[in-house]
């Protein structure tokens, strides 16, 4: 079973920061790619920023300047460090990884995994 749990959401004033993290746990062979979506009251779910094992990133045009996404291969854990903050950035934050879970001796699949979610308020 594999894991995703993230951490350092909370309240912030508008022009602050923040910084969000995401660990991943339990049979993880690799991960593959990491990703940050976040969902608004009432809004749906949208991405803002992925990284592959490579280090390739991409950010949503909304957010491009002011967050930078992050990855750790050796603790399994990402992060999302958020400056600038706008109340649009107001949003329930989700942590999502593809990732081969599972062992060479035992056997290997693939498994897309989703954080519970960390609520970021910005006020104004």
């Known amino acids: 079973q594999v894991q995703l749990v993230e951490s350092g959401g909370g309240l912030a004033q508008a022009g602050g920061s923040l910084r969000l993290s995401c660990a991943a746990s339990g049979r993880i062979f690799r991960i593959n790619a990491e990703a940050w979506y976040r969902q608004a009251p009432g809004k749906q779910r949208e991405l803002v920023a992925s990284?592959?094992?490579?280090?390739?990133?991409n950010y949503a045009d909304s957010v491009k300047g002011r967050f930078t996404i992050s990855r750790d291969n050796v603790k399994n854990m990402a992060s999302l460090q958020m400056n600038s903050l706008e109340p649009e950035d107001t949003a329930v934050y989700h942590c999502n990884a593809d990732i081969t879970a599972g062992s060479l001796r035992d056997s290997l699949r693939p498994l897309e995994v989703w954080g519970q979610g960390t609520l970021v308020t910005v006020s104004s």
């Open positions: 990284i592959t094992s490579g280090g390739t990133t």
